[in-house]
């Protein structure tokens, strides 16, 4: 039996007047999933998700997506 995909967005926005300088996302993998995707270059560090989005301006906003499958038992 094939293990379905978990996707989920991500949206970051600038709320500020200054730009936002080099915005991070970093979104703890729940248990019972692994990472497999994302709509961006992404790492996983300790556990976490990691996209650098870089510069925000001001109202700015960026979405990501996030695909994740359940291990094996889950």
């Not at 991500?10 to 979104?27: E, G, K, L, P, Y």
């Not at 992404?42 to 979405?63: E, M």
């Amino acid at each position: 039996q094939a293990l379905r995909l978990v996707r989920y967005q991500i949206t970051v926005r600038n709320t500020s007047s200054r730009r936002a300088n080099a915005v991070v996302i970093r979104d703890r993998v729940p248990g019972g999933l692994v990472f497999v995707r994302a709509s961006r270059a992404a790492t996983v560090r300790n556990g976490a998700v990691v996209v650098r989005l870089g510069n925000l301006a001001p109202g700015a906003s960026r979405t990501i997506s996030v695909w994740m499958r359940a291990t094996a038992g889950v």
